[in-house]
């Protein structure tokens, strides 16, 4: 996965690659995934969810530049894997997912896989974790209509949030940095992920903000 998919595309930092050479990804499939768990795509996790295309999670993750003293918040815990590549990346990860059976099966695993850096939150992660702010770093691995403002402010100086935003099906993933009261916000490439529900995200049926 990381020769043939990660390396020959844009992947360059080196902790990056490491981290997913070294992150078991089929371990957090369900047994009947098991087998592509290593191909480029995204594979169903059950709940209608999915867990990202490997070259999505190396993109998003090396956005975050991170050298190991972070704090990272994640919104879209899904199966898991997204959180032990940052937990190998970073200091401290806060995790938020709304599904009560996801986030309980991936607590179960990174227990097993013996990650103790990680902190899970059940609920909507739309508002981030206003007691856990500021972050060094957020990722959004769910699709969101607008970028949240809540989460821009939980940033710190020099943050940066990374997030795909844009229409229920297709989105463009943007990098926000902080620079004290400034956010400056860069396009990144095309990508499609599921959408982000919640207070500031898209409501269950469909979104009918402005
Ligand atoms: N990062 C995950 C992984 O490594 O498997 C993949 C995440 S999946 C593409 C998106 C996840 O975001 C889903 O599990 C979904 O339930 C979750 N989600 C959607 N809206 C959310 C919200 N408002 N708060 C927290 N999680 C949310």
Redesign the pocket.
Known sequence: MVEKQLRPRDISDRRVLEAMAKVPRHL?VPPSYQSQAYEDR?LP?G?D????QPYM?AVMTQLLALQGEERVL??????????A?LAELARVVFT????PA?IQK?RKILQVLGYENIFFLT????KGWPEEAPFDGIIV??GAPQIPETLKWQLAEGGRLVIPVGPRYTQMLFKVTRKENQFLEEEVTGCV??????DF?WQEEGWTGP
Not at 49 to 52: E, F, G, K, L
């Open positions: 957090f995204p996790i709940n969810q999915t867990i990202s999670v994640e919104i879209g815990t899904g199966s898991g894997y997204q959180a590549i938020i997912e709304r599904i996801l991936a609920g909507d992660g739309t691995t769910a992920f599921v959408p982000l529900v919640g995200g």
